[in-house]
């Protein structure tokens, strides 16, 4: 019931809009979760996310690795090495792909600021 109700909302906002209104509405349009994580990937910082999403891959593909040593192992000791090995890099993996989710939050705030700052500027023209 309050998703049909936001969506009216949506259409009477866009309806009484000017029709400079609706291009800076378009141009700053939320974007999706796959498109703002892709956008991690590009400008000043996008470097940090490469290095990232390397070392997370790296990280995970030795995890796997270990873990098929540790279900392959037949004695206690090796089993402890490999399972420990593999539990430690999988939550290292995980903690390093998680921590691009503050990023991603920020990059919508600062979205939505812009946003404001462009109706405002076009209102006062």
Same mark, same amino acid.
Request: net charge neutral.
């Given at each position: 019931?309050?998703?049909?109700?936001?969506?009216?909302?949506?259409?009477?906002?866009?309806?009484?809009?000017?029709?400079?209104?609706?291009?800076?509405?378009?141009?700053?349009?939320?974007?999706?979760?796959?498109?703002?994580?892709?956008?991690?990937?590009?400008?000043?910082?996008?470097?940090?996310?490469?290095?990232?999403?390397?070392?997370?891959? %790296? &990280?995970?593909?030795?995890?796997?690795?270990?873990? +098929?040593?540790?279900?392959?192992?037949?004695?206690? #000791?090796? /089993?402890? $090495?490999?399972?420990?090995?593999?539990?430690?890099?999988?939550?290292?993996?995980?903690?390093?792909?998680?921590? %691009? &989710?503050?990023?991603?939050?920020?990059?919508?705030? +600062?979205?939505?600021?812009?946003?404001?700052?462009? #109706?405002? /500027?076009? $209102?006062?023209?």
């Amino acid at each position: 019931m309050s998703d049909s109700f936001e969506k009216d909302l949506d259409a009477q906002i866009k309806a009484a809009l000017t029709e400079q209104d609706r291009e800076i509405l378009d141009a700053t349009q939320e974007l999706g979760w796959f498109q703002l994580g892709l956008k991690q990937f590009r400008g000043k910082l996008g470097w940090v996310t490469w290095v990232l999403m390397v070392v997370q891959t %790296l &990280m995970f593909v030795a995890a796997i690795w270990c873990a +098929i040593k540790f279900f392959g192992a037949t004695d206690v #000791m090796p /089993a402890l $090495k490999w399972g420990f090995s593999a539990s430690v890099l999988m939550l290292g993996a995980l903690q390093i792909k998680l921590s %691009l &989710m503050p990023q991603i939050q920020a990059d919508r705030v +600062i979205r939505e600021v812009k946003r404001l700052q462009l #109706m405002i /500027a076009a $209102k006062g023209e």
